[in-house]
């Protein structure tokens, strides 16, 4: 493998692939990795992302692991793997997301926030974020709830505020839950997908009333009381008679 990973007239891929044999033992091959990760070729940097990803699962070497961890953080903080068309199905970020947070790496935190905030793989750094912990999140979480941004499953991201209880949401909660009544009421008979707005679906906004509950601040009755006196969906209505 050390005469494969030496060969430079060998392509990239075939080098990494002995890179990947030689990680845990060689100082060379880990090298030959973080400069993959370096490459102008974003589909090679994908690949070495993965062998590092891989590498990192699979190394019995604790100073190793820690070095595999620290390149990967600095790789996805660079946002060096977060365009590229080509990367469509084979982007290894995700991976990376779910290593770490499975890992509970703290240091991953920001790194999480980064992504949320260039709109990368917006649900598995929100889900991340939320495992691992920051006492920024709850701010990250609710600034992207307000923006509406496409791919942010708002329902996650209001489960999670209700889990970190933040006050701060409850009157950014309840104002969206109005409006969207308000905008259904203009627009009687039409189903949501109908209605050229960006509104909370049933499954959402059962959810967004549900961490009004769990975050457990009382302005939110007066809130929930004004909501049940408009025009709302059945499914709606029966959960924020149920809170």
């Not at 620290?70 to 790789?75: F, T």
């Not at 975050?215 to 007066?222: K, L, R, V, Y």
């Not at 909501?227 to 969906?233: D, R, S, T, V």
Request: hydrophobic share 40%.
């Amino acid at each position: 493998w050390r005469r494969v990973l030496g060969a430079e007239k060998q392509n990239p891929v075939t080098r990494l692939c002995a890179a990947y044999h030689l990680f845990d033992t060689d100082q060379a091959a880990r090298d030959y990795i973080k400069q993959m990760t370096e490459s102008e070729d974003v589909k090679v940097r994908a690949n070495a992302a993965t062998v590092l990803l891989r590498g990192a699962n699979s190394s019995q070497n604790p100073e190793v692991k820690t070095w595999a961890t620290d390149l990967m953080l600095e790789l996805m903080a660079s946002g060096n793997l977060d365009k590229g068309d080509e990367l469509q199905f084979d982007n290894p970020l995700e991976s990376m997301i779910y290593h770490l947070q499975k890992a509970g790496e703290k240091r991953a935190a920001p790194v999480m926030i980064g992504l949320i905030k260039r709109r990368v793989y917006i649900t598995d750094a929100v889900q991340a974020l939320e495992e691992i912990g920051d006492p920024k999140s709850g701010e990250v979480f609710l600034e992207l709830f307000q923006s509406g941004a496409e791919q942010s499953n708002p329902h996650i991201l209001v489960m999670a505020l209700g889990k970190l209880k933040y006050r701060p949401a409850v009157p950014v909660i309840l104002k969206k839950l109005a409006e969207d009544a308000d905008v259904r009421a203009r627009n009687p008979g039409k189903k949501d997908y109908e209605i050229n707005e960006t509104l909370l679906n049933g499954h959402a906004a059962g959810r967004a009333l549900e961490a009004l509950q769990e975050i457990g601040d009382p302005a939110a009755a007066d809130g929930i009381e004004s909501l049940l006196k408009k025009e709302l969906p059945i499914e709606i209505r029966r959960v924020a008679r149920r809170v």
